[in-house]
Every structure is written in C-alpha cells, then in structure tokens.
C-alpha cells in the first residue's frame, strides 16, 4: 500500500510539473471531427488567433511579393583600379626588359600571361595611353553597374535609403562587361582578355541586411488574428461535429484566459489534485493487486511490487519527454514496453490487465486523447495473445513483427473509419514502427535483468540446466546412480505427459531431474543407491528414519538456492512429495505399538501447486512402484498408474494443482509407452535348435 501511495504520488507530481498552463487553465479536449457533448459559449470578448499552420502559409505568400533588394558596391572597382596600378607598376619597374622576364614578374600577382602578348609594353606611349585607357573604361563599367544570374526584368536597387527600380537593360551584365574591356584595342586584346576575369566583375549585389529588414516589416504587418468572437456568442454547439474553425477559436479563447490570468480557484485546483489523486490510485491498486493474486505466498514479497509500479512511472516518464519536451506526436510513446515485459516476467493475463492499466494512466498526460490508447491498448493485447498461443515470450524480434504488425492493421482501420488522407497514414506507421521499436529494445535490457534477479526459469536457463555436466547432476551420477538413473526415467515421462497436458515440457524434465538431489547427501539411506539400506534403518526407530527420508526435500531445496536453481524448479523440489505419509515407516511404528503423530511421518509440502509438479509426484511414484514389481504385460503397467492416480486423488494430493480428470486421462496414456519400452518383460524366443525340430 506505501509503494502504491509513493507511486500515485509521484505521477500526479509529474503531471502538476509538465502540465502547468493546461492545468491553470480550462481545457477543451475536443479535436476535430468528434461530436461535442455540451456547449460552449463564448464568457467574454476575445479575438480569434490564426492558426500556426494558416500564420506559416500567410507569411510565405507575403514574402513572395517582396523583390530582391540589390546595392552597388564600390569595393570592385577600388580592386579593379589597384591590381591595374600593380600592373603598371611592373611595366615601370622592368623599362626595356623581354616580354618573357614581364611574363614572370606579373606571375608573383597571379597574373599569367602568354610572352607574346606583352609586345605592347615595348612601346612606353602605347602602354600609358592603354593604362588611361582602361581606367576610363572601368570607371565607366563600374558606374553604369555589372550583375550576373538575375532573372527579374527590373532591379530593385537601393542607394542611400531610397528604392530605384530599374529595367535589367540599364545594367551590364558580367560577360558583355568583360567582352568591352578590350573592345578596339587590338594591339593588346590577348592580354586584356587574360586580364578581364581579374579587371571585372559584379558590383551589383544582393543586400541581405535590406532583406532582412523588408522581410521583418512585411511579417509585422501581418495581422496575428482573424475577425472576434463577442460575449454569450455559441462557439461549439451541443451534439454537432467539431470543425477546425472551432478548434482555433477555442485555442483563441484558452490564450484569452492566459494573457487575462483568469485561474481556476484554489478550491478547483485542489478538487482536481484530489480527483486525479483517486483515480491514479484506483489503478494501480487494482494492477498491484492483481499481480499478488498471481503469485504463491512464499513467492510475494514487498519489494517485488517495486518494479510493477516503476514500469508505470518509466511510461509516464517517456510520455513526457516524447509529448512535453521533445513535441513529438503521441504514437511514438514506447507503450509496450512494460506491457510486454510484465508478459514475459509475470503472465500473459496480467499482462493484459497492465496494458489496459497503462492506457488510464496515460491518458492525462496525452491530453485523454483516444486515438493514439486505442491503437497501443488494443494492438498490445493482440501482440500478448499471439506470444501466448505461439509461446514467443523470449523471440524478440517475432515480438516486435506482431507489434508492428498489429499497432499497423488498427491504424489502417481507423484511418479508413476517419477519411484520413494516405499520407497520414504512412506518417502513423512509421511513428508507430518507432514506438515498436524503442519497445524492443527497451525489453531486451529490462527482461534479462528482473529475470536474474528473480530467479526465473527461462527457456535459456533450462536448457543450461540439462546439462549433463552440471555440478548437482554430475555429482548425483557419480555419488546416487540409482537416484540419477531414476531421475532421467521420471523425465521422460513427465515430457511426454507434458506434452500431453499442455504443460511446459522443458520445466517438467528439468524439474525431474533435480526432484531428488537431497538424496546425493545421505546416499546409503535410499534402497535405490544402497540394496542394504534396510539394515541402517533397523537400527534406527521408525520416526528417526522418517525424518532421515524427509530430509532430502529440504537438502534438495538447500542445495538448489545455493547453486541458482530458478524458483520453479525449487518448487517443485518442495512439493513433489505433497505432504504424502511415509507409510512404510508409520506402519512400521504402528506395528511396533509405538506413539504415532502423523505429521512426524508425512512431508513438510505443500501439495503440488502446478502442472508440472504434479507430473512429477506421479511419474516419481509411478516409476519407483513399477521397477519394484515383476512387470508382464502393459496391463500391470496401466494398473499401477491407476492406483498411483487413485491413491494422489484420495489423499486430495492433486487438490491444489490445475490438473482435470481429462488430463489425468492423457496422462496416462502418455507415459504409458515409455513405462511399457523399459520395465515390460520381453518374449522368451526359442532356440535355433528348438525350432529346427519344430519346421522339420
């Protein structure tokens, strides 16, 4: 009850700290298309805000009208105008030198040009009159503007704070500009056309600090809402259908709350605390109840409620960092996490119950919204029920294709009822192939970890534990070989019965195996490892003999925790022998007229709480029974389990067990072949001279 109490406590805590402006405020959990149930009038004048959605569209047409703004710069031509006096400044510096020493000394400024195009600079006449030249000409170029890659017909350019639009003729553009830098100066046009791409280029460019500013005063324009919605005005009709209009006027009326702090009372607030309080801990106590009905006494300790109710906090957790902090859409919330980790550690049943457990507790933090619980309630239980009926509790990626496979046939379905566009659906697939996902993973490491911790026999765990060459088995094999060879027989006949039954086979060879290993401590007492076992015991009185045959149950439970045994093997250890009578022995004292207390001769217990317990209280009575007698023929096989049946169900030994008549029925008939393959007497075949005399 104090984790429970901790628990609701803590979530209600999450949900005041994530849920501050929507829990100050009223709610309107409406969405569109669902059919409202009261009506909702409007308390007081407010505007109706646009949606982010229709903002977004708006501002992006208005910034289509704006044009580019473009500015001359003069920085290219103060370039231009420097790297031509640098030039010059080599001509001056090399008076009278080859066109090859000019070549090399205008490659230290980057300028390479062919030796015979540098005649010209022979002529120191021609050479000034160029050098004026070209300043004329790109003082011209520069002034009149140069562009490149502007498609628009007019340049919007602006000088001085003042906006003149210009058709794109009145400008040059780059490549006619680089072609009239040389124009009628043939004598030096080679080298003016290597000069070109360093003389010339763009002065007319983008302004984006102006863009910026057009951009931001165009954006402030635009008017943030849309028309009002006056006092007593019907903003949702009593039981019409919700449409997106609606939804943006009572978004409009929730911001009009905000900005006028207009708060439910602290009598409100507390109520709802209170209310979510109760209904939090209503749920969890029915999901921490059920889950000590699922579990023996001896099995159900305090602190294993611990991880029951931490799955519910890890959902909630990963609700808010996927709803509040990352905003991302409800379907990736990774529901089946817990769901089908409580499937694998406790039940399929009570995993079921948690899935549905999880949705109440998930639906304040998603708003109540029923969309995203349908698909995850019902899509998780079908997974559940497909683990169970295809016993896959450990194949996790067959968990995660029936998840998948599940989350996307509901998804379709009500995207069908819905009218939802294609689109949607895909995009719901893919979060929930996410959710799924996450999920998997998330089993993966919480699974093995609570599995270790609690000792739970898994099928890896079993397996391990049939290994000939376990400590515990290869110490019965070597010290008990009648125990040990007992011990394999019982285990074929509990598979096969298992199987039968539809009990878990691999639990009940196991659990066969290790039924005895008490015995491996006082060897020499049991008449299947020592044939002179009576003469110890005629030593002894009856109940000191009784209490020596006992001690193996509890030898055996001793030496399976100290070796890990998983708790259901050590159940079965315990309960094999039920609370059974050691009647030799009582019988014995009987006879000897000694004082009888009934509980000094019979087994601590309890009764076999399981199939498969009981399985093995049969197949061990059985199997000891029939290698003690002469066996002739099937029949004295089938009567011997008759009577073992007969003598479990009078001494209300299978009480307790989930075992019907049909199933003993099936038991039967399944261990009957094995008992017949071992103990029945074979046909005495004649001699080969014998029956040469009979054909002849």
């Known amino acids: 009850m104090l984790i429970i109490i901790l628990t609701a406590l803590v979530i209600v805590g999450l949900f005041h700290l994530f849920a501050v402006g929507r829990y100050s405020y009223p709610e309107f959990r409406l969405r569109v298309g669902q059919v409202s149930e009261k009506e909702i009038i409007a308390p007081f004048d407010f505007p109706i805000i646009k949606s982010p959605e229709q903002l977004s569209a708006e501002q992006e047409e208005r910034l289509k009208s704006i044009a580019m703004p473009y500015r001359m710069n003069d920085e290219p031509l103060f370039e231009a105008l420097s790297l031509l006096d640098r030039i010059w400044a080599v001509f001056y510096s090399n008076e009278g030198s080859d066109p090859e020493t000019l070549s090399t000394e205008l490659q230290k400024l980057d300028i390479r040009v062919d030796p015979t195009v540098l005649e010209f600079a022979k002529d120191s006449e021609k050479r000034d009159a160029l050098y004026e030249n070209l300043r004329n000409r790109l003082n011209a170029l520069y002034a009149r503007g140069i562009y490149q890659n502007i498609t628009e017909s007019e340049i919007s350019l602006w000088q001085a704070g003042e906006e003149k639009r210009l058709p794109k003729e009145t400008f040059l553009e780059l490549s006619a500009a680089r072609d009239s830098l040389f124009t009628d100066l043939e004598e030096a046009e080679g080298f003016l056309k290597a000069l070109a791409p360093k003389l010339v280029v763009t002065n007319i460019q983008t302004d984006q600090e102006k863009y910026a500013e057009l951009s931001q005063n165009i954006l402030n324009e635009i008017p943030q809402t849309q028309g009002m919605v006056l006092q007593n005005e019907v903003i949702v009709r009593k039981n019409t259908r919700v449409t997106q ?30 209310g979510l309080l109760i209904y939090i801990f209503t749920v969890l106590l029915l999901a921490n109840h059920y889950y000590g009905a699922t579990h023996s006494k001896e099995q159900n300790e305090t602190m294993d409620y611990l991880p029951v109710n931490l799955g519910f906090i890890l959902l909630i957790l990963c609700a808010l960092i996927s709803n509040h902090l990352l905003n991302l859409n409800n379907l990736v919330i990774p529901f089946a996490l817990t769901t089908v980790a409580a499937t694998i550690l406790v039940t399929v049943d009570y995993g079921i119950l948690y899935s549905v457990c999880s949705g109440m507790l998930l639906s304040p933090f998603i708003n109540w919204d029923s969309h995203p619980l349908v698909i995850f309630i019902l899509g998780t239980i079908i997974t559940l029920v497909l683990i169970k009926r295809q016993k896959a509790q450990h194949e996790y990626l067959t968990i995660w294709f029936y998840l998948l496979i599940s989350y996307s046939v509901i998804s379709l379905s009500l995207s069908i009822y819905n009218n939802d566009p294609i689109a949607n659906l895909f995009q719901n697939i893919g979060f929930l192939i996410i959710s799924s996902s ?68 691999l639990l009940a060879r196991v659990g066969s195996y290790y039924h005895d290993i008490g015995k491996t401590i006082n060897t020499e007492i049991f008449t299947e490892n020592n044939e002179e076992s009576s003469e110890i015991h005629d030593d002894l009185t009856p109940d000191k003999s009784a209490a020596l045959i006992k001690n193996h149950v509890s030898e055996g439970i001793a030496l399976a925790k100290k070796y890990k045994i998983p708790q259901p093997v050590i159940d079965i250890i315990m309960q094999h022998h039920g609370n059974t009578t050691i009647r030799y022995f009582y019988d014995r004292a009987e006879k000897m007229q000694l004082p009888l207390d009934s509980k000094i001769y019979q087994y601590p217990g309890p009764r076999p709480q399981t199939k498969e317990a009981a399985l093995v209280m049969i197949a061990d009575i059985v199997e000891s029974t029939t290698k003690a007698k002469n066996i002739t023929s099937e029949q004295d096989i089938a009567k011997i389990i008759d009577d073992t049946i007969s003598r479990l169900i009078r001494d209300e030994q299978l009480n307790e067990a989930p075992i019907t008549m049909k199933d003993l029925t099936l038991i039967k008939e399944a261990m009957l072949p094995v008992l017949g393959s071992i103990y029945r007497k074979r046909l005495d075949y004649p001699d080969e001279d014998d029956e040469s005399k009979h054909s002849g």
């Open 438 to 505: 996450l999920s998997i993973m998330g089993i993966i490491m919480i699974v093995p970890y609570y599995e270790k911790k609690w000792n739970r026999a898994t099928k890896q765990t079993l397996l391990e534990l049939l290994d000939f060459n376990h400590p515990l088995l290869k110490k019965m094999a070597t010290s008990a070989v009648g125990t040990y060879h007992h011990s394999l027989i019982v285990g074929n006949l509990t598979e096969r019965a298992a199987e039968a039954i539809g009990a878990n086979p």
């Open 245 to 274: 209009e609606d939804i943006d006027k009572l978004a409009s009326l929730q911001s009009a709350y905000q900005s006028r702090n207009v708060q439910r009372t602290p009598l409100q607030q507390m109520l709802m605390s209170f």
